[in-house]
T-cell receptor, first 109, second 115 residues
Framework: RKEVEQDPGPFNVPEGATVAFNCTYS??????FFWYRQDCRKEPKLLMS???SGNEDGRFTAQLNRASQYISLLIRDSKLSDSATYLC??????????FGDGTTLTVKP | ETGVTQTPRHLVMGMTNKKSLKCEQH?????MYWYKQSAKKPLELMFV???????ENNSVPSRFSPECPNSSHLFLHLHTLQPEDSALYLC??????????????FGPGTRLTVT
């Protein structure tokens, strides 16, 4: 079993749709959780850290469920510019982050 | 210059060549990382340096040799590579967060082709 598993995707949604991605992790001792966005042929960029209380940044909401060992990312009112690959990452106290395979989102007009 | 920079951005090398990738971070971070990203594969962690000390070597072949002279600079020395080593090599840096582990800031990567 992979340490971090994401929805395989791809997700193809119309503009304005709400889309949710899930990511499960196997190490119950994991300490920190992140969502990154990676555009085609570009480097990953931090989108959000994910906190136990959940957090929201504009149209983006991230949630953590420690009991079930998953994190989620919700995107509301999708824009064409949201098209990208979304990577979840799970970190340990050793400073190491393990990344998921990524979920590709395409938002269509 | 700000953020994380990497040079060169593109590199084509033969299997017998020796080359080095350079990474520099201008963020005042203490940890630096090398990742490999192959087509249609997830990010693979290669090496971690924390305060210039290597803390992780993720079973990387010895033809990849990292060097971290200070907390701002990281090198990846390459020699006798194989065609399957062709990939995007990403450098990242991270601060320590108050939650004990680290969000990472990536450089633009070096796209390496081994012929």
């Amino acid at each position: 079993r992979k340490e971090v598993e994401q929805d395989p995707g791809p997700f193809n949604v119309p503009e304005g749709a709400t889309v949710a991605f899930n990511c499960t992790y196997s190490n119950s001792a994991s300490q920190s959780f992140f969502w990154y966005r990676q555009d085609c042929r570009k480097e990953p960029k931090l989108l959000m850290s994910v906190y136990s209380s959940g957090n929201e940044d504009g149209r983006f909401t991230a949630q953590l469920n420690r009991a079930s060992q998953y994190i989620s990312l919700l995107i509301r009112d999708s824009k064409l510019s949201d098209s990208a690959t979304y990577l979840c990452a799970v970190g340990s106290n050793a400073g190491k982050s393990t990344f998921g395979d990524g979920t590709t989102l395409t938002v269509k007009p | 210059e700000t953020g994380v920079t990497q040079t060169p951005r593109h590199l084509v090398m033969g299997m017998t060549n020796k080359k080095s990738l350079k990474c520099e971070q201008h963020l005042g971070h203490n940890a630096m990382y090398w990742y490999k990203q192959s087509a249609k594969k997830p990010l693979e962690l290669m090496f971690v340096y924390n305060f210039k000390e290597q803390t992780e070597n993720n079973s990387v072949p010895s033809r990849f040799s990292p060097e971290c002279p200070n907390s701002s600079h990281l090198f990846l020395h390459l020699h006798t590579l194989q065609p399957e080593d062709s990939a995007l090599y990403l450098c990242a840096s991270s601060p320590k967060t108050d939650r004990g582990a680290y969000e990472q800031y990536f450089g633009p990567g070096t796209r390496l082709t081994v012929t």
